[in-house]
């Protein structure tokens, strides 16, 4: 098993794209049976600076719809029509046009990663791609699954103290990764190992989840890039 592991405090991993590829083996399927179901959303924690109000206010910023009527930023029209010489309608149509192709649609602030880590007793998450491969479904599982949560624990223990906290990790099948998986590999077995996987981290108190499997993604990590914001494994 091959298992490429971040340590992100931001995550954005979601499904955008149903149709097969041209490099799709015939007889893969997909879990969930839907796109969209297992996406991962993972913002920063806002919780752990010693003061309420901050936190509500940090909260307010991290993702703001630009859509609708409530939030706490408007669209300045005015800036806007003096900046591109057009009027209201013509902005309008131009607003709503950047909308139909996914643009505009919400503002997220920026971090300042390190200086986020450092402050925050949350130290962000792990992303886990694991590459499932043939040996892997003839292996012994629980000593397979053991392995695996080691691994975890190892490097939660290694970018945390005791003050600090590491509990979400978000495991995502990716084929690809695994150079001894035959084109033909059972993938219905593969989802099983993977989901065998996050059922230990559970046991072991991680916030887990599954990613979804057979689904071409759009993935955003934000990587604190310490010596262990970015590991390969195999087990």
Known sequence: MILHIYHCNRVIIKDYKESPGQNRPRGVGRSPSKPGRANVNFLPPTTGF???KLNRLLTAFQSIDLSGPEGPIRINYQYLQKELEIDR???RK???MADSMGLLQRLTIFYDHEKWM???KEKGCLVVMTGVEDDDLRRNRNHLVRDYCDVIDEIRTSVTNGTQRLRHVFVVPNGHLAPRA???????????VIDDLVAAL???GYKAA???YGYTKIIELAINAHKLGYLLRVI
Do not use: D, F, P, T
């Open 210 to 212: 599954r990613n979804s």
């Open 182 to 192: 035959q084109a033909n590999i059972r993938w219905e077995e593969s989802v099983q």
């Open 94 to 96: 131009l607003m709503a």
């Open 50 to 52: 010693g003061s309420a």
């Open 89 to 91: 309608s013509e902005l």
């Open 118 to 120: 450092k402050s925050s």
């Open 202 to 204: 559970k046991e072991r």
